[in-house]
């Protein structure tokens, strides 16, 4: 088991940037996969974010429309999963929610969520 404990969401003007943090209460050393989801009023729940630790190091994934402006990262001495959001858009405001996937990619911990929201 282990809990995720997200972070640093708020209230951003557009073109703005916010970090977003998930702690996890235990080594995240031996999990395969973390990463961020966000959910939006009214859409369902999608894959931002995802970092994937392998044999030959870290491998990291983005949906397109954050590609270049989001950069997520791990810090496993640390056991915390960072999301870095510049050039933050309108259409970013959502709920975003760390997730950790033990083996495999699909989440099996999920945080309580973190609000964002991005003003005009």
């Known amino acids: 088991q282990v809990q995720l404990v997200e972070s640093g969401g708020g209230l951003v003007q557009a073109g703005g940037s916010l970090r977003l943090s998930c702690a996890a209460s235990r080594s995240i050393f031996s999990i395969n996969a973390m990463g961020w989801y966000r959910q939006a009023p009214g859409k369902q729940r999608e894959l931002v974010a995802s970092i994937i630790t392998g044999i030959s190091g870290s491998s990291t994934k983005y949906t397109d429309s954050v590609k270049g402006r989001f950069t997520i990262s791990r810090d496993n001495a640390k056991n915390t999963v960072y999301l870095q959001m510049n050039s933050l858009k309108r259409e970013d405001t959502a709920v975003y929610y760390c997730?950790?996937?033990?083996?495999?990619?699909?989440?099996?911990?999920w945080g309580q969520g973190t609000q964002v929201t991005v003003s005009s």
């Open positions: 997730y950790a996937a033990a083996a495999g990619t699909l989440p099996d911990y």
